[in-house]
């Protein structure tokens, strides 16, 4: 929800911001069979029909955004000038699946577009429908055809071949209101906690696939439910459940206007869709409460005068959230919380306007039947402040947003569980004696925010001492006066703030111990419920596998602390890229020192990567190391070595001399190196480590690109540019798009896939030029929002957006050469015509990031589950060696089972590989596969067979008998096999039980 700017992450004093991140990609779902809908579905109508619309400027109030949705084209909106680009957007009053959107234009001409659909309203989170923005369309009333589901929808015109005005006389948003499903989560039995209100603030951020990319490399922040997506109630009352099972009884969910909402009626959200689940539509949403916290900063849709606050805002709340039933008042007062009042005091107009704005907010609660409101306000930076201005505004208490990271009380920039308890102590004591505010108690659980950037500092108690922590919190409420706000509210900090490392929602770290913490304390004796949600009830909006630690095993070695060093191991790739998202160094007893870890290439000693390891918190993994989480993840070549190394200091924390034997998933472990004074010894001892040091990684898939050189940079020409290319004889699985990187590229370019048949559009997405790492070829990606397909020997045109005066590019003399099929030539589109150049070039350049599927197509075959038994198919392999990266089941509506798949060499029946499934985690791909990853790549030897079995149980999951025809990308004999206790046998001809898959 907040993170702090870079250029402020080392003060103290340093300002929370929310954040501010590139385009959402948000998935279409399908409705789960089986399921009790809440309500019926509507039949398809004009959903955007006088709901609330704004637009970037407006000619008059006569000619606002309104009069687009109002039914009548006699009425229009009209932009304030002939600039563009110029957006109009309405917010639908639920998610719905939209069928069509009718736009009648101001006038007949040629005009140039884009269709966008959002379920957070952030103005970089929406999703690419439909783009005219280079071939344009001509006509006054146009229709385009969709199928998504979406709450906001954003036309934005981009231009108008006669110049004209930006002007809409009606925007008509067909289709019918999405009936969430109901009957999943099973019914919340809360504990009771007596008169106490446990308040867990919120991070509504969580409907966007590229935030959740920021913390996808941090496996022990992925929640239970998965990489969520909250415009589904599913995923609210599972959030609903969980907290109130443990004693939470109230969520405090961030509130966002929507930037250049400012100002302006109707007031427009962004963020807000737990908010409207909570509000809304959530099944279990009156089992407990909520109020919201205002986020009040420039660039997230503020108050910009007494006026806006009083006339806008102010009814926006009352008559949306406050007179909800489940909207948390204290004796018929609704409670509010403001982040932060100083912001809301300049933007008002200074102390006086506050004071009026404050007391007229009230005013309009008791006209609204409300017995007045409570009022907090957070510090979070100066403990010894007297919160004056707080109290001449007319604030209730004063809480904090977190505690201690940005105070006058933080103790270290990685400061121990025991002086985070001290912290605590001293915060709340400090305002207790400084603030003319009564303070409400908050309790932090830690702050790691590297996914955002910042790694100078940062903490996570352990639950046990969160449980201390909880226990001294609630001891100092029961100071208070009996009856009193402050002996029955605590504020917890936080429910999900993934990505700044600061959440107690049950995820990968420690499951829900953080919450019995909490219902140890407030509802002692309670029973423990730790429900297990069912991921394929939950819509996810990413899939990625669980990163794999490069170290498997170590034995032996000698301890010491005798010297001020960087020490670590010499570790060499194998024959596939990875990608290192932490960095890691084994925990010995006693250790309780923080490391800087590093990784440097060995060839120039070059820094790729670094960040600091505290030894006297978190926990060590079974292997014994504790990790750190990098800025940004650092992609290492095939076959290079790289030098993996911690500080050590003489005297300080012992590890382990050279002699500490390692053995590795991938790659080799080439010895034991130091760098003493900036000279570097070693390596000593192949296969061992200093320390011993490791990382967690993942096997990167595949670049089309194998090399790119030459060309000529431009920027002259509004266009679509790229490369034409076909296919080989394989089936590509297709996860990323990526644009070349050009030093001093800072813009956002829409990335397409065409069928180059039909011109049909495959997949698209947006890559920043401004952010990330590109890798060793130079190109930036962006993650499709679910795997493409791409068919054997067909061609297809990959295309970047580029603008005239932009961000430069290569012209089509860029050569550029494939691993797999064939780089056509150069290619682009504008104004609705086609064009190509050259041949084994590219404009840009363009690439895409793919695996090999060795199945091709399937059809036909019958269901059963009737069997305990390993079942899928024989092959056998062609002429050359293939490298297996993950074995795949296909996945049948209603599978919620793990299975073990297991790779066999048919001739011995020894085991290759084998790795487990979840059918109940994440998201099948284009030909309906889940797959589980090997943590290293897995040769076959060519022209030899081999046995893909999957695990499968009588009464379990369905799975197709061996009558699933199947083709294969590569190799041949194929035909269903099967184990049973030991008895080998098999089952026709080009056909699979499973069926079953697997990438190389």
Known sequence: MMRQMINRAKSKNAKLFIVGLIMAIVLSISSISGIVPIREARASSNLALNQPADSQTQSSSSNSAAQAVDGSTATSWIAASNAYPQ???????????????????????????????????????????????????????????????????????????????????????NGEVYSQPTGIVPPPVPVSVGDNLVVAQACPLWSNIDLWNSVAGYPERKPLMGYY?????????????????????????????????????????????????????????????????????????????????????????????????????????????????????????????????????????????????????????????????????????????????????????????????????TTWNDFAANSAVPYMTTASVGWEASPWGNSDFGWTLSPANYGTLIANAKARMDTFAGGSVQRNMI???????????????PTALAGYEYLDAIRNVFAPGSSDNHPTPDLSQIPQLLNTPTPSSLVNGHSSGTLRNDATIEAGMKYTTGSSSITVSQLGREFVAGNSLTHQLKIYRDSDKSL??????????????????????????????????????????????????????????????????????????????????YGSVNLRYSLNADSFVAANSGGTLRNDVDTEAGMQFTTGNSTLIVSELGREFINGNTQTHTMKLYRDSDKSLVGACKVAMSTGQPDELGYKYCSLTSKISLLPNTTYNLLSTEYNGGDQFYDADRSVTATVGQVVGGRYYSNGTWGAYGTEVSYGSVNFLYTSSFIASKSGGTLRNDSNSEAGMQFTTGATEINVRALGREYISGNKQAHTLKLYRDSDKSLVASCTINMSDGTADGLGYKYCALSSKVALSANTAYNLLSTETNGGDSFYDANRSVTVSTGSGIGGRYNNGGTWGSYGTDVSYGSVNFLY
């Open 491 to 505: 504020l917890l900090d936080n429910w999900n703030e993934y990505a700044e490392g600061h959440y107690i929602i």
């Open 87 to 173: 957006w109009l957007n309405v917010r639908l009053n639920e998610l719905s699946t939209l069928s069509s959107i009718d736009i009648t234009f101001g006038s007949n001409t040629t005009w140039y577009y884009r269709l966008e659909g959002s379920n957070d309203n952030a103005h970089d989170h929406y999703t690419l429908l439909v783009d005219r923005s280079v071939s344009g369309v001509s006509g006054q009333h146009i229709t385009e055809t969709l199928n998504s589901k979406f709450r906001y929808v954003r036309l934005v015109i981009t231009g108008a071949l006669s110049g004209a005005t930006a002007s809409v006389q009606e925007l008509q948003v």
């Open 229 to 425: 997506d909250e415009a589904y109630d599913v995923s609210t009352d599972w959030q609903i459940k969980m907290a109130v099972e443990h004693g939470i009884t109230t969520f405090m969910p961030c509130w966002f206007r929507q930037n250049d909402n400012d100002g302006k009626s109707p007031v427009m959200p962004a963020y807000d869709q737990f908010v409207n689940s909570l509000a809304n539509t959530a099944q279990y949403k009156d089992d407990m409460t909520w109020f919201i916290q205002w986020i009040e900063q420039p660039g997230m849709g503020y108050a910009n005068s007494l006026s806006d606050f009083s006339n806008n805002l102010v009814p926006y709340w009352i008559n949306s959230y406050f007179e909800k039933s489940n909207y948390l008042k204290i004796d018929n007062k609704p409670v509010f919380a403001i982040f932060d009042l100083t912001q809301f005091v300049t933007d008002v107009g200074g102390q006086t306007n506050a004071t009026t704005a404050i007391a007229n907010f009230r005013s309009a609660a008791v006209a609204a039947g409300f017995s007045g409101l409570i009022i907090l306000s957070n510090n979070h930076q100066n403990t010894l402040a007297t919160e004056s201005v707080a109290q001449a505004v007319g604030v209730d208490f004063i809480y904090s947003y977190h505690i201690p990271s940005f105070m006058n009380t933080r103790p270290a920039l990685f400061p121990s569980n025991s002086q985070i308890l001290a912290a605590h102590t």
């Open 608 to 689: 790729l990567g670094s960040c600091s390891v505290s030894m006297s918190s978190g926990t060590a993994d079974g292997l014994g190391y504790k990790y750190c989480n990098l800025n940004s993840s650092v992609v290492l070549s095939p076959n290079t070595a790289y030098l993996v190394v911690s500080t050590e200091t003489h005297g300080g924390d012992q590890f382990y001399d050279s002699d500490r034997a390692v053995t590795v998933n991938t790659g080799s472990a080439a010895g034991g190196v130091y760098n003493s004074g900036g000279t570097w010894y070693g390596p000593y001892g192949s296969g061992s480590s």
